[in-house]
């Protein structure tokens, strides 16, 4: 059995490169990014306040979360396109400090990799959520690059986008998600750091299937 931790900033790639890399090994993917953004979105649409605790309790307690075929389902309804937007990114970002938001998902998150190999990304895996995972990679890159690939991303599906918007809001989400005071994101200690800037998706996927491999021979 093996689970991979990625951990890493907004915009690093980490579900693209997840998902080809749990295909290449034949692992459970498990998007945690996903999964905030999803109560996120659910939250903000119920109008519910990051301060109203009590509200946000009751909401949690009657929610689902699951994924089937690589789609995110939240309460049943398939939420995978919606949840993609800068909007709901920095809702993800603002619930995602609130310590009864992390700690249900983060019990659901164990669940899942409980005794079979996944990879999980996020912005505390490896530092909180799979502390003993048998691979821990940081993935980052440059922010402009990363507020890049955002742009191309959004303008292939027909979303209007702004560059320097994108990067002003990937910058201020990596301050938010550093600086937070509960599980902020930071490279775990045994973490091996992978800077993408200058890397094709391919060369990542095949550099961390090669640490895979060498983890799996240890």
């Keep these: 059995m093996i689970r991979i931790a ?3 900033p907004g915009g690093a790639g980490k579900s693209t490169i997840a998902k080809l890399v749990g295909d290449k090994l034949g692992l459970e993917y498990i998007d945690t990014g996903a999964m905030y953004r999803a109560v996120g979105l659910k939250l903000n649409r119920k109008g ?3 301060d109203d605790l009590i509200s946000i309790s009751n909401v949690l307690e009657e929610t689902t979360i699951d994924f089937v075929n690589g789609k995110i389902i939240l309460d049943g309804d398939d939420v995978s396109d919606i949840i993609r937007t800068q909007e709901i990114s920095k809702f993800a970002s603002i619930y995602s400090q609130i310590p009864e938001v992390r700690s249900k998902l983060v019990d659901i998150q164990r669940r ?10 996020g ?21 402009m690059v990363r507020a890049r690939r ?11 986008a702004n560059l320097d918007d994108i990067h002003e809001e990937i910058k201020e ?34 550099t961390i299937v090669a640490m895979a491999a060498r983890v799996s021979c240890n």
Excluded: C
């Excluded at 899942?112 to 990304?121: E, F, P, Q, T």
């Excluded at 955002?150 to 209007?160: A, D, P």
């Excluded at 990596?174 to 800077?195: C, F, G, H, S, T």
């Design 6 to 8: 990625i951990d890493g």
């Design 48 to 50: 519910i306040k990051p």
């Design 150 to 160: 955002r742009y191309e991303e959004l303008r292939s599906k027909g979303v209007n």
């Design 123 to 143: 912005r505390d895996i490896g530092t909180n959520v799979l502390t003993d995972a048998e691979l821990k990679v940081f993935l980052t890159a440059d922010s």
């Design 112 to 121: 899942i990799a409980a005794g079979k190999s996944v990879i999980m990304d």
């Design 173 to 206: 989400r990596d301050y938010q998600d550093m600086n937070r005071k509960l599980n902020p994101l930071v490279q775990a200690e045994d973490a091996i750091r992978l800077d993408t800037s200058d890397m094709t998706i391919d060369e990542v996927v095949n």
